[in-house]
Each structure stands twice: as C-alpha cells, then as structure tokens.
Antibody, heavy 121, light 109 residues
Framework: EVQLVESGGGVVRPGGSLRLSCAAS????????MSWVRQAPGKGLEWVSG????????GYADSVKGRFTISRDNAKNSLYLQMNSLRAEDTALYHC??????????????WGKGTTVTVSS | QSVLTQPPSVSGAPGQRVTISCTGS?????????VHWYQQLPGTAPKLLIY???NRPSGVPDRFSGSKSGTSASLAITGLQAEDEADYYC?????????FGGGTKLTVL
C-alpha cells in the first residue's frame, strides 16, 4: 500500500524551530518529487515547498522562503521540512504529498494525513 | 487572496448536477498549465479527484468530470450523493509555484 506518514509536529514559540519528517512506503521513493502542503485551521490548502527526485531542485512559497528548507534522504525513504523563525501564521496541519511533474505542470496524487504545528507563546 | 478563484460554497439536492468554477489568469491556467482537482472530506486528507483537466484516477466515479477553457476550469458532479459533501480545491502551476484555489464547500441539501 502506498503510504505517507508525517511526524515531528508540536507546539513551538514564535521565533523557534521545528523539523518535520515524512516516511514513505509502498512505492519507489526516488522515482518521485515530493511536496509539503499546509492547511491553517479552518482555511484552504497552501503549497509550501517542493523537491525533485534527487534533491537537486527545490521550490518555496514566498511566505516561507528563507525560513524553511526542504530536503530528502532517499536511502531512508524520507522527506523533511526544516522550519526556522516560526511565526503564528505558520500554525497549520502540514501534509506531505507525492508530486507528479509533466510538461503542463505538477499535481499531487498521494497525500499523508498530516502533522500539526502550533506556533504560540 | 488565492491565485485561483473559486466560489466559497455551492449546494444541490441529491441526484442533481452541480458545477464548481476555478478562475485563473494568463500566468497559470491561461498559460497552458493544467488544472487538477482535489476532494477533502471532513477531517481527512485531500484526495486527487481529477488530474490534467479532465482525467480521473482509478477508483473515482465517472459522476465527476473536469474541463478547462481559456483562463478557467470547471468541476462537474452529476447524480449528487450525500457522501459528496466535502471541500473541493482546484490547483495549477504559476511562476514555478503550485497554486491552489481557495476551496469550495459543497453542501448536499
């Protein structure tokens, strides 16, 4: 069964750091790009960051650029999101998702259930 | 303010047909990038519903269909069922970013 399981969420003070992980199983991890997508409480989906199959290409939403870093370890079938300088507006449920790229864009065909990040003093 | 614009809510009675619009611009949908749709049932993760404007992944009923024209796209649901009550999101590509619509809450009356 294709599965993505996130972990690492929690409560952190403004200005603090957190590292999220996503464990992939049921598919050949290094055949795919991956993304992080977040959903603030009661709000819609927001793409946060994406990475290609070997980590050689990454992208970030303007709202997190310079503060968040996406990475992956293909030997461990794992995706990560290092979040620094956290703000209250980063409070959300963070999903990892499998990215599919083709000539006319990207879409996400497998999603994890998410891990919750709360930034509060 | 989302890059792609969706109506906040739509509703329909069981058995009816509803459509959800997704309006973009010349830098995303109008630039030739495809539109994809996701369904999010209450308390669950999003699920891919339509990819590449009009393609259904395996297991998605043919009651769901998608189309694209110009700078807009639409999701149509026919034979509405109670279990279709969910949030629906469109998604495309713009300036090296994946972009989502703000989401549409579908209520089955």
């Amino acid at each position: 069964e294709v599965q993505l399981v996130e972990s690492g969420g929690g409560v952190v003070r403004p200005g603090g750091s957190l590292r999220l992980s996503c464990a992939a199983s049921g598919f050949t991890f290094d055949d795919y790009g991956m993304s992080w997508v977040r959903q603030a409480p009661g709000k819609g989906l927001e793409w946060v960051s994406g990475i290609n199959w070997n980590g050689g290409s990454t992208g970030y939403a303007d709202s997190v650029k310079g503060r968040f870093t996406i990475s992956r370890d293909n030997a461990k079938n794992s995706l990560y999101l290092q979040m620094n300088s956290l703000r209250a507006e980063d409070t959300a449920l963070y999903h990892c998702a499998r990215d599919l790229w083709y000539s006319r864009g990207y879409y996400m065909d497998v999603w994890g259930k998410g891990t919750t990040v709360t930034v509060s003093s | 303010q989302s890059v792609l614009t969706q109506p906040p809510s739509v509703s329909g009675a069981p058995g009816q047909r509803v459509t959800i619009s997704c309006t973009g611009s010349s830098s995303n949908i109008g630039a030739g990038y495809d539109v994809h749709w996701y369904q999010q049932l209450p308390g669950t993760a999003p699920k891919l519903l339509i990819y590449g404007n009009s393609n259904r992944p395996s297991g998605v009923p043919d009651r769901f269909s998608g189309s694209k024209s110009g700078t807009s796209a639409s999701l149509a649901i026919t034979g509405l069922q109670a279990e279709d009550e969910a949030d629906y999101y469109c998604q495309s590509y713009d300036s090296s970013l994946r972009v989502f619509g703000g989401g549409t809450k579908l209520t089955v009356l």
